[in-house]
């Protein structure tokens, strides 16, 4: 006998006498996602195709490329998960999910085409879901039986997006900060490529991390200092940080002229000051919080730039110091989990689902799509 989800209301636990079963389909970047989950909270499949050795030589997503591998990919990540789950798409697939949006078109397209076809031949329920409601219930499905309870901060941190959110249900979300220009993902993916690093299996940003971890030597050089953009603000914008790694490097003639102990020092002096500038956001988005009595115990951080294990430690310290009598309860999904993946996107359907809703064949994507929309 499965166990009941707890949110699973009687009459439709009834209906479904199993767990019902999602495959779902991600592919609004440059990993090409299948993944398998139940309404159990079981992961039975997870399959991410990075195409990092397509993109690294552009130095970031480049778009006809990424629209190539995903077609070409996809069959192969819908087939492995499969396999993987040891379940049979006709008798076991309950559902199908993909991203709906926002993310680019060509991309977002090859996932909900496969997904689409799938449906209307095998006649399943479809459900296009929102990339960010993605990120932000992963700690739903990750953290249980601790999981967060409504409402809820969420900071999600991605190479789209700098969000900082109230999370009031599985469905309602309210924008409390986002970034006036670009994300603190791609800052990080900028400024490694600018120190001239070589991407990690897990791309620029996870290198940029990496690089400031190496712990080689005893004197650190001298790198001007940070600005604080926007202090006091609720909003963020990282191009600040960008510009100024930029200018430092144009003066002493590049990359390939500056000696790696420099280059080291301005890698860690900006992921001080693009952690500094997270950890101000959140602080503010708290006491904004507070003075609208509105009670916050659970805070979540996900998204790709939520993997960085630094980050991770700052805000756990940064919290504690901020009020030493509240205790917030800070989560991270794992960091595989955090990075883009289906997993997400069939949590998100599953509430859904389970409630019997279900999209038309005909569903549209929705590139821009503001997660206050949904
Ligand atoms: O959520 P995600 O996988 O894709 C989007 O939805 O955009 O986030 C990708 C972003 C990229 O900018 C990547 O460089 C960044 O997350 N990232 C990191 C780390 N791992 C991935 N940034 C900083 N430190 C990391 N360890
Ligand atoms: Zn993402």
Not at 95 to 101: H, L
Not at 169 to 183: C, G, K, P, Q
Not at 284 to 303: E, M, R
Request: aromatic share 8%; with cysteine; glycine share 6%.
């Amino acid at each position: 006998m499965p166990l009941r989800p707890r949110f699973l209301p009687s009459s439709l636990f009834r209906k479904h006498s199993r767990h019902f079963n999602v495959l779902a389909i991600e592919s609004s970047a440059d990993d090409t996602c299948a993944a398998v989950v139940n309404s159990s909270r079981r992961i039975l499949a997870n399959v991410v195709i990075k195409q990092h050795a397509v993109h690294e030589e552009f130095g970031g997503i480049y778009p006809m490329s990424a629209i190539n591998s995903h077609q070409q990919n996809m069959p192969y990540a819908i087939r492995r998960a499969l396999d993987d789950s040891r379940l049979d798409i006709v008798k076991d697939i309950d559902g199908i999910a993909f991203t709906r949006g926002p993310g680019m078109p060509g991309c977002l397209s090859v996932g909900m085409n496969a997904a689409k076809s799938l449906a209307a031949a095998l006649k399943k329920p479809l459900i296009g879901v929102h990339h960010m409601q993605g990120h932000a219930l992963t700690s739903t499905l990750t953290s249980w039986p601790n999981e967060p309870k409504y409402p809820f901060l969420t900071l999600l941190i991605s190479g789209g997006h700098t969000l900082l959110l109230l999370a009031k249900s599985n469905r309602l979300f309210e924008i409390l900060a986002t970034t006036r220009d670009e994300s603190v993902g791609r800052t990080f993916d900028k400024v490694s490529k600018l120190l001239g690093l070589k991407w990690t299996n897990l791309g620029p940003g996870d290198a940029l991390e990496k690089f400031c971890a190496e712990e080689i030597e005893v004197d650190h050089p001298s790198v001007p200092p940070f600005p604080r953009p926007l202090h006091g603000q609720l909003s963020y914008s990282f191009s600040a940080f960008h510009s100024h790694v930029t200018n430092f490097m144009n003066e002493h003639g590049g990359h390939e002229k500056v000696d790696i102990l420099t280059r080291r020092a301005l890698a860690r002096a900006f992921q001080t000051a693009a952690v500094g500038h997270l950890e101000e956001k959140l602080i503010l988005g708290i006491d904004l919080c507070k003075s609208k009595n509105i009670h916050i115990a659970d805070i979540v951080v996900s998204g790709g730039v939520a993997s960085n294990q630094y980050l991770r430690k700052r805000l756990v310290s940064c919290l504690a110091e901020y009020d030493r009598h509240t205790s917030y309860h800070l989560s991270f999904p794992p960091p595989h989990l955090c990075t883009d993946n289906a997993v997400m996107i069939a949590w998100a359907s599953m509430h859904r689902f389970l409630a019997n809703e279900s999209d038309p064949y005909s569903i549209e994507l929705r590139p821009k799509w503001s997660i206050e929309d949904l």
